[in-house]
């Protein structure tokens, strides 16, 4: 099984990732990679009582998974990798050829950001951290939920919505 999703949501773990993803892909574990979660133990801690019995949390800083990433995609169960921020996706991609698959989940509105669909707004900075991405083989979509289409990264820059 491994790791089936590697995805960027801003507010990590909650009901869309555990219920929504979760459930169809039972899901037994979530690798969550930041920097400040990893050493806060009641973030942690609060990210753990977001996730039913079962199913197990790991906290990482960016460099951790060097040593821990193959570790995760040679596991036996189910599980995702979670990261909340573009910038932290790309950080991981640079360091590991191993990712090559990445799922925009859920980008919300900031300063500077444009809305490109209801779940995600870029700046041009992170437009084209995203471009790097693709440019370095990953396969970069769009996807809320394991029910609606993927969206091609070319697609969901060409995408414009208002606010």
């Known amino acids: 099984m491994s790791l089936l ?16 993803w979760g459930q169809p ?23 753990r009582m977001g996730v039913p019995p ?6 990482h800083t960016v460099d951790d998974m060097s040593s ?10 189910a599980g995702i990798l979670l990261v909340g921020s573009i910038d932290t996706m790309q950080r991981l991609v640079a360091a590991h050829d191993g990712l090559r698959t990445v799922n925009v989940g859920g980008v919300h ?3 500077g950001r444009a809305q490109r669909l209801r779940y ?10 995203l471009r790097d991405m693709q440019t370095r ?11 609606t289409r993927p969206m091609p990264l070319n ?8 606010g």
């Open 137 to 147: 083989g990953v396969e970069v979509t769009a996807q809320d939920l394991p029910s």
């Open 68 to 77: 821990r990433l193959a570790q995760y995609q040679s596991d036996a169960r």
């Open 109 to 111: 509105h900031a300063e």
């Open 5 to 20: 999703l590697h995805r960027i949501d801003d507010r990590l773990i909650h009901g869309q990732v555990v219920v929504g």
């Open 120 to 129: 995600v707004f870029l700046t041009p900075s992170e437009e084209a951290t």
């Open 155 to 162: 697609e969901l820059l060409a995408t414009s919505q208002d």
């Open 54 to 59: 079962g199913m197990d949390v790991y906290f």
């Open 25 to 47: 892909l039972e899901l037994k574990f979530i690798v969550l990679v930041d920097d400040d979660v990893a050493t806060s133990e009641w973030e942690q801690e609060l990210y």
